[in-house]
């Protein structure tokens, strides 16, 4: 069956770390892939996606995902993480079928 | 630019009562979507449509119906609400469900807050 992996339900980072949430897929063949995050109270909002060509893209808000044919994983990174990154994360799926399929999320917590 | 905007924002209901969340877009997009959002379970898909006309069942479709009404609108209706209906309620749309449109982003509301008690 088609599914999302986010490992990590909580992470927690200081302002101005490095941040890295992981994310790994299981599909039959390559899924367009998406970041979404979400602010409390709000709607998701897309932060990248990756469909072909380049392995590393680029997104909004400084972020940046590296797909990994081999490990099935789809990374969500930033180099240096804000107060207002705090929010909930989602990894989705796309693909094969008509219906995306979302991680469980992570939830980002910045320590000032 | 709306985008997707659902009614009502907040919502208290009894055991029994029935209501209906509303969900209108104004991108031109052919397939909609309700998702509901649990704490620890992610987004799970109620029903989709793929085109006006059309409807289905996703993961979780028991106790709601939906009404794809034409193709800005797709309505989610719960008959007889039951407190695990408690949730966030969320409807999104994008292109199409199909080719090139599987690499389109959704584009969601900023969801409809329900309460069954």
């Known amino acids: 069956a088609q599914s999302v992996t986010q490992p990590d339900i909580h992470i927690t980072v200081s302002e101005g770390a490095s941040l890295e949430l992981r994310c790994n897929y299981s599909?039959?063949?390559?899924?367009?892939l998406f970041w979404y995050v979400q602010s409390p109270g709000q709607g998701l909002q897309l932060l990248l996606k990756y469909f072909s060509g380049d392995t590393l893209v680029q997104g909004i808000k400084g972020f940046e995902a590296e797909f990994k044919r081999s490990q099935s994983s789809f990374n969500l990174r930033k180099p240096s993480v804000h107060w207002s990154d705090a929010a909930e994360y989602f990894c989705?799926?796309?693909?094969?079928?008509?219906?995306?399929?979302f991680g469980r999320g992570t939830s980002l917590i910045v320590h000032p | 630019n709306a985008g997707v905007t659902q009614t009502p924002k907040f919502q208290v209901l009894k055991t029994g009562q029935s209501m209906t969340l509303q969900c209108a877009q104004d991108m031109n997009h052919n397939s909609m979507y309700w998702y509901r959002q649990d704490p620890g379970m992610g987004l799970r898909l109620i029903y989709y449509?793929?085109?006006?006309?059309?409807?289905d069942k996703g993961e979780v479709p028991n106790g709601y119906n939906v009404s794809r009404l034409n193709k800005r609108e797709f309505s989610l209706r719960l008959e007889s609400a039951a407190p695990s209906q408690t949730s966030v309620y969320f409807c999104a749309s994008r292109t199409g469900v199909s080719g090139r449109a599987l690499s389109g982003e959704l584009f969601f509301g900023e969801g409809s807050r329900l309460t069954v008690l």
């Open positions: 989705a799926a796309s693909g094969g079928s008509y219906i995306p399929t």
């Open positions: 449509s793929a085109s006006e006309g059309t409807t």
């Open positions: 599909y039959g063949a390559t899924p367009y």
